[in-house]
């Protein structure tokens, strides 16, 4: 008498088969589908790096040339000042 049977029928030889057989294909889409799905991810990560260094780049800029504004009206004052004769603080004390 046996106790191991070691001759695997048909049937069991088929249904390992196709087991196999389906854990290969899912296991290949699945690596498929996760390459896809990280080109995906990188060019929307690298859309979005670009769009908020460009947002952060022009609120400075925004906030820099309404700075710029008042050096460059003292600037113009002053030209005109000296443009149309004015004295400075020198001359008036003296």
């Known amino acids: 008498m046996k106790l191991l049977n070691l001759e695997w029928g048909l049937g069991f030889k088929l249904?390992?088969?196709?087991?196999?057989?389906?854990?290969?294909?899912?296991?290949?889409i699945f690596l498929y589908n996760y390459d896809v799905s990280k080109k995906i991810v990188e060019k929307n990560l690298k859309t979005n790096a670009e769009n908020l260094t460009t947002a952060t780049v022009l609120r400075i800029d925004k906030v820099l040339s309404s700075v710029q504004k008042i050096p460059d009206n003292f600037a113009k004052d002053h030209r005109l000042f000296e443009l149309f004769g004015?004295?400075?603080?020198?001359?008036i004390t003296h």
Do not use: A, L
């Open 15 to 28: 249904n390992v088969f196709i087991f196999v057989s389906v854990g290969i294909i899912f296991y290949v």
């Open 86 to 91: 004015g004295r400075d603080n020198e001359d």
